[in-house]
């Protein structure tokens, strides 16, 4: 179990240990302590944080949790925790040390296993350790940071000043690895074939003898959930597919060929795209269209229960990054955006969810599609959100502007496609933007749409990069879409990361 305190690096720790074999999953600093008693928990990691242990406001922990007897790590922040709870000193570093530093020890600590002597690490602290508590030792030090790693061994208490779960960590998954396996013991066994065996015995054991309703869309997140839930309960899943007007081109026709000669489920295809587009009329803030359209996706699945008969369960694709992003800590994580699949349920709602995915990052997703046994046609398509190119449409959502975006979009994939690069990146779409701007198209002026084109690689969408497209894949892309898409006659590249930005624009 890892407590976030705020740290921009949390998820990445998740990921790391995660990586070895080992689930892990990320719980708020004021998590439930019985969490400690339901769950099979080998040890705990404190994240970092942007706070200091004496601010007013700082996340602070019951120091109960470190006398459960397991073993704790305190990384950065986490570190400080340990110190200042334990009755040690913590004080404002003279020297701030951000960047790289060189760590050294002598130790023979079971942390520090096959890590060398020297080796360098990032730090990224404002405080430090100045007297441990008692019981505490030394294990290594920085020039700027005496006690940058510690231990008790007695009570199974660890600690860095740097963190170990980033790469300029040269032996920062080394010492993870040690945590994790050494000194928590685990066993390394988690893996997409455990993760369907568990999912499949949970979902069983839930479902009963029960009905459950599956919103299905085509892309890889709800695919993996049908064919999970199919596998788990056959003909007791229903699969319903909304074409919301708001996919991309020709895909509703698409889906609905693939799972009724790939798979063995019952589909029932609705076309909802009037009822969306009148509740988006009007709409330009983004967090206003995410929820009408979940309200509405709800309503229609409620709609259409009632003409198929007596279902409890709506099955939905939902991602641990929604989760994480979805939910406030109370301060040290904000929400950044709602999803519709977490954030947007009406209080009426009459379904029990199941989220069989919702402890997965994306890439563990596409692993257990392929486990599953789903074509990599499916599976290696790009993440698509779930309110659809409303939310790739900045201002108000209408029809026209809809089709406009889905050719200038398709355009924009094929050619991906046909240079080979596709499955170089992440994920890569067009944006409508609500700007005009002059052109000259058969020596007339024209005052036109502009698109942004959006590519970015990355693992699991909790950091991004954009993607370096060469300049004569860029040009063919935006001479196809001036002159074959009516209404747009500029294209621009979007050269910005996650963070400062995020990958979708709303």
Request: proline share 5%.
């Amino acid at each position: 179990m890892i407590l976030d305190f705020g740290s921009q690096y949390t998820q990445l720790i998740a990921r790391r240990v995660r990586d070895m074999g080992v689930f892990s999953e990320i719980q708020p600093f004021n998590f439930d302590p019985n969490i400690i008693h339901d769950k099979n928990i080998k040890g705990i990691i404190l994240s970092g944080s942007p706070h200091s242990v004496y601010d007013s406001d700082a996340p602070i922990i019951d120091e109960e949790l470190l006398k459960y007897g397991m073993p704790v790590l305190g990384i950065c922040y986490g570190l400080q925790l340990i110190v200042h709870l334990k009755k040690g000193k913590i004080a404002g570093a003279d020297h701030k040390e951000y960047g790289l530093a060189i760590l050294r020890h002598e130790s023979s600590s079971a942390l520090l296993k096959d890590v060398p002597k020297s080796s360098k690490v990032w730090m990224s602290h404002g405080d430090k350790a100045l007297k441990l508590p008692y019981g505490f030792e030394p294990i290594a030090r920085t020039d700027n940071s005496p006690l940058a790693a510690f231990e008790n061994v007695s009570d199974r208490i660890y600690g860095l000043q740097f963190h170990p779960e980033v790469v300029h960590s040269d032996y920062g998954e080394r010492i993870l690895h040690n945590f994790v396996f050494n000194i928590c013991s685990c066993t390394g066994d988690w893996s997409p074939a455990s993760f369907i065996e568990e999912s499949i015995a949970q979902i069983r054991q839930q479902v009963g003898n029960d009905h459950v309703l599956c919103a299905l869309s085509g892309g890889v997140d709800s695919s993996v959930v049908a064919v999970l839930l199919h596998q788990a309960l056959g003909h007791q899943l229903h699969c319903i597919f909304i074409d919301t007007g708001l996919l991309r081109l020709e895909e509703a026709r698409q889906v609905e060929k693939v799972f009724t000669e790939n798979f063995d489920i019952k589909l029932t295809s609705i076309n909802g795209s009037d009822t969306f587009y009148s509740k988006l009329q009007g709409v330009n803030d983004p967090e206003v269209k995410r929820k009408r359209i979940g309200n509405a996706f709800i309503y229609m699945f409620e709609r259409e229960a009632k003409k198929m008969g007596h279902f409890k369960y709506l099955a939905q694709g939902t991602l641990y990054p929604d989760v994480i992003e979805s939910v406030s800590f109370k301060g040290p994580s904000a929400t950044i955006k709602s999803h519709h699949n977490v954030g947007g349920l009406p209080e009426t709602f009459g379904f029990e969810l199941i989220e069989p995915l919702r402890e997965l990052f994306k890439d563990e997703v596409r692993k257990v599609g392929r486990a599953l046994g789903i074509p990599d046609s499916i599976i290696d398509r790009h993440p698509f959100p779930g309110p659809g190119l409303a939310v790739r449409i900045l201002g108000e959502v209408t029809q026209e502007r809809v089709e406009k975006l889905q050719k200038a979009d398709a355009i924009y994939i094929e050619e991906l496609h046909k240079a080979s690069i596709y499955d170089e990146i992440w994920q890569a779409f067009t944006v409508l933007l609500p700007v005009q701007t002059v052109g000259v198209m058969g020596d007339k002026r024209t005052y036109e749409n502009v698109v942004a084109l959006r590519a970015v690689t990355s693992i699991d969408g909790m950091t991004a990069d954009w993607y370096h497209m060469s300049a004569d894949i860029l040009t063919k892309i935006s001479n196809r879409i001036i002159n074959e898409v009516r209404g747009i006659n500029r294209v621009v590249y979007d050269i910005s990361s996650k963070p400062p930005s995020t990958i979708e624009w709303e």
